[in-house]
Protein backbone atom coordinates (compact mmCIF):
# COMPACT_ATOMS: atom_id res chain seq x y z
CA UNK A 1 0.00 0.00 0.00
CA UNK A 2 1.08 3.65 -1.12
CA UNK A 3 1.23 5.91 1.85
CA UNK A 4 0.38 10.01 0.90
CA UNK A 5 -0.52 12.48 3.16
CA UNK A 6 -1.60 9.73 5.73
CA UNK A 7 -3.90 8.53 3.69
CA UNK A 8 -3.61 4.29 2.40
CA UNK A 9 -3.86 4.36 -1.45
CA UNK A 10 -4.77 0.79 -3.37
CA UNK A 11 -1.65 -0.36 -5.50
CA UNK A 12 -2.11 -0.71 -8.98
CA UNK A 13 -5.47 0.01 -10.94
CA UNK A 14 -8.86 0.58 -9.00
CA UNK A 15 -11.43 0.33 -11.75
CA UNK A 16 -12.01 -3.03 -13.52
CA UNK A 17 -10.90 -2.20 -16.80
CA UNK A 18 -8.26 0.21 -16.32
CA UNK A 19 -5.90 -2.22 -18.25
CA UNK A 20 -7.73 -1.79 -20.91
CA UNK A 21 -7.52 1.79 -20.47
CA UNK A 22 -3.54 1.83 -20.39
CA UNK A 23 -3.69 -0.66 -23.27
CA UNK A 24 -5.60 2.23 -25.22
CA UNK A 25 -3.32 4.51 -24.39
CA UNK A 26 -0.18 2.59 -25.39
CA UNK A 27 -1.91 2.18 -28.91
CA UNK A 28 -3.38 5.35 -29.21
CA UNK A 29 -1.71 6.42 -32.36
CA UNK A 30 -2.49 3.40 -34.46
CA UNK A 31 -6.38 3.81 -33.02
CA UNK A 32 -6.07 7.26 -33.92
CA UNK A 33 -5.10 6.32 -37.40
CA UNK A 34 -7.52 3.62 -37.93
CA UNK A 35 -11.17 5.22 -36.68
CA UNK A 36 -11.30 7.61 -39.74
CA UNK A 37 -11.41 4.61 -41.85
CA UNK A 38 -13.67 2.32 -39.80
CA UNK A 39 -16.03 5.28 -39.35
CA UNK A 40 -16.24 5.70 -43.69
CA UNK A 41 -16.90 1.53 -43.55
CA UNK A 42 -19.40 2.69 -41.63
CA UNK A 43 -21.04 5.24 -43.50
CA UNK A 44 -18.91 5.84 -47.00
CA UNK A 45 -20.84 9.20 -47.38
CA UNK A 46 -18.13 10.86 -45.25
CA UNK A 47 -15.31 11.02 -46.98
CA UNK A 48 -17.28 12.19 -50.13
CA UNK A 49 -19.16 15.20 -47.31
CA UNK A 50 -15.32 16.48 -45.94
CA UNK A 51 -12.66 16.79 -48.22
CA UNK A 52 -8.91 15.29 -47.47
CA UNK A 53 -8.09 18.26 -44.90
CA UNK A 54 -10.90 17.54 -42.24
CA UNK A 55 -10.34 14.12 -42.86
CA UNK A 56 -7.15 14.31 -41.49
CA UNK A 57 -8.64 16.89 -38.67
CA UNK A 58 -10.85 13.87 -37.99
CA UNK A 59 -7.83 11.58 -37.76
CA UNK A 60 -6.05 14.07 -35.70
CA UNK A 61 -8.89 14.50 -32.92
CA UNK A 62 -9.41 10.81 -33.02
CA UNK A 63 -6.31 10.62 -30.83
CA UNK A 64 -8.35 12.80 -28.03
CA UNK A 65 -11.62 10.92 -28.85
CA UNK A 66 -9.13 7.57 -27.14
CA UNK A 67 -7.64 9.78 -24.66
CA UNK A 68 -11.63 10.09 -23.42
CA UNK A 69 -12.50 6.21 -23.60
CA UNK A 70 -9.32 5.60 -21.50
CA UNK A 71 -10.30 7.98 -19.09
CA UNK A 72 -13.88 7.10 -18.67
CA UNK A 73 -12.49 3.20 -18.37
CA UNK A 74 -9.98 3.41 -16.07
CA UNK A 75 -12.17 5.96 -14.53
CA UNK A 76 -15.07 3.38 -13.87
CA UNK A 77 -17.75 6.15 -15.03
CA UNK A 78 -19.06 7.80 -18.34
CA UNK A 79 -18.54 10.72 -16.75
CA UNK A 80 -15.32 11.83 -18.85
CA UNK A 81 -15.96 10.60 -22.63
CA UNK A 82 -20.03 12.13 -21.94
CA UNK A 83 -18.73 15.61 -21.50
CA UNK A 84 -16.30 15.42 -23.82
CA UNK A 85 -18.77 14.36 -26.50
CA UNK A 86 -21.23 17.49 -25.14
CA UNK A 87 -18.17 19.69 -25.06
CA UNK A 88 -16.87 19.12 -28.42
CA UNK A 89 -20.09 20.12 -30.28
CA UNK A 90 -19.56 23.79 -30.59
CA UNK A 91 -16.36 23.31 -31.80
CA UNK A 92 -17.48 20.81 -34.70
CA UNK A 93 -19.98 22.74 -35.86
CA UNK A 94 -17.70 25.81 -36.30
CA UNK A 95 -15.68 23.29 -38.60
CA UNK A 96 -19.18 22.50 -40.62
CA UNK A 97 -19.37 18.80 -39.24
CA UNK A 98 -22.99 17.56 -38.83
CA UNK A 99 -23.45 15.27 -35.29
CA UNK A 100 -24.44 12.32 -37.44
CA UNK A 101 -20.99 12.55 -38.90
CA UNK A 102 -19.77 13.21 -35.45
CA UNK A 103 -21.61 10.25 -33.93
CA UNK A 104 -20.19 7.98 -37.03
CA UNK A 105 -16.22 9.02 -36.22
CA UNK A 106 -16.96 7.96 -32.31
CA UNK A 107 -18.41 4.75 -33.31
CA UNK A 108 -15.17 4.40 -35.44
CA UNK A 109 -13.25 5.21 -32.62
CA UNK A 110 -14.52 1.98 -30.92
CA UNK A 111 -14.84 0.08 -33.58
CA UNK A 112 -10.80 0.51 -33.84
CA UNK A 113 -10.45 0.67 -29.73
CA UNK A 114 -12.22 -2.63 -29.15
CA UNK A 115 -9.72 -4.47 -31.58
CA UNK A 116 -6.95 -3.56 -29.35
CA UNK A 117 -8.71 -4.73 -25.83
CA UNK A 118 -9.96 -8.20 -24.41
CA UNK A 119 -13.87 -9.12 -25.31
CA UNK A 120 -15.43 -7.05 -21.67
CA UNK A 121 -13.07 -4.19 -22.01
CA UNK A 122 -14.56 -4.20 -25.92
CA UNK A 123 -17.74 -4.22 -24.53
CA UNK A 124 -17.43 -1.34 -21.79
CA UNK A 125 -16.04 0.54 -24.77
CA UNK A 126 -19.16 0.03 -27.15
CA UNK A 127 -21.46 1.04 -23.87
CA UNK A 128 -19.49 4.16 -23.59
CA UNK A 129 -19.17 5.38 -27.68
CA UNK A 130 -23.29 5.04 -27.38
CA UNK A 131 -23.19 7.44 -24.17
CA UNK A 132 -20.92 9.36 -26.20
CA UNK A 133 -23.36 9.37 -28.99
CA UNK A 134 -26.23 10.16 -27.28
CA UNK A 135 -24.60 13.16 -25.54
CA UNK A 136 -24.79 14.55 -29.17
CA UNK A 137 -28.61 14.64 -29.57
CA UNK A 138 -28.81 16.80 -26.29
CA UNK A 139 -27.90 19.86 -27.97
CA UNK A 140 -29.93 19.26 -31.35
CA UNK A 141 -30.90 23.67 -31.64
CA UNK A 142 -27.85 26.05 -30.50
CA UNK A 143 -28.58 29.36 -31.92
CA UNK A 144 -27.72 29.73 -35.86
CA UNK A 145 -28.65 26.32 -36.53
CA UNK A 146 -31.81 26.86 -38.06
CA UNK A 147 -32.08 28.84 -40.88
CA UNK A 148 -34.39 32.37 -40.59
CA UNK A 149 -37.55 32.90 -42.23
CA UNK A 150 -36.62 36.42 -43.91
CA UNK A 151 -39.94 37.44 -44.03
CA UNK A 152 -40.87 36.95 -40.33
CA UNK A 153 -37.14 38.51 -39.38
CA UNK A 154 -38.20 41.62 -41.53
CA UNK A 155 -41.40 42.06 -39.32
CA UNK A 156 -39.66 41.82 -36.55
CA UNK A 157 -37.03 44.38 -37.52
CA UNK A 158 -39.28 46.48 -38.58
CA UNK A 159 -41.35 46.70 -35.60
CA UNK A 160 -38.73 47.36 -33.56
CA UNK A 161 -38.16 44.47 -31.85
CA UNK A 162 -34.89 43.11 -33.66
CA UNK A 163 -33.13 46.21 -33.52
CA UNK A 164 -31.24 47.36 -36.09
Known amino acids: MN ?7 PEGPVAPHAHAAARLRAERSAIAARAVPAAAARDPGLVERHGAATLRLFARDAD ?3 EQLARALEEGRDAPAVEYASWIVPVMRRRGVSMG ?7 GVGDAARAVVEAD ?3 EIERLVQ ?3 AALDRPRHLPGDRSRNLLVAFFWKASGFAGW
Open 64 to 66: RHV
Open 121 to 123: AGA
Open 3 to 9: RHAGQTL
Open 101 to 107: DLGTLFR
Open 131 to 133: AMA
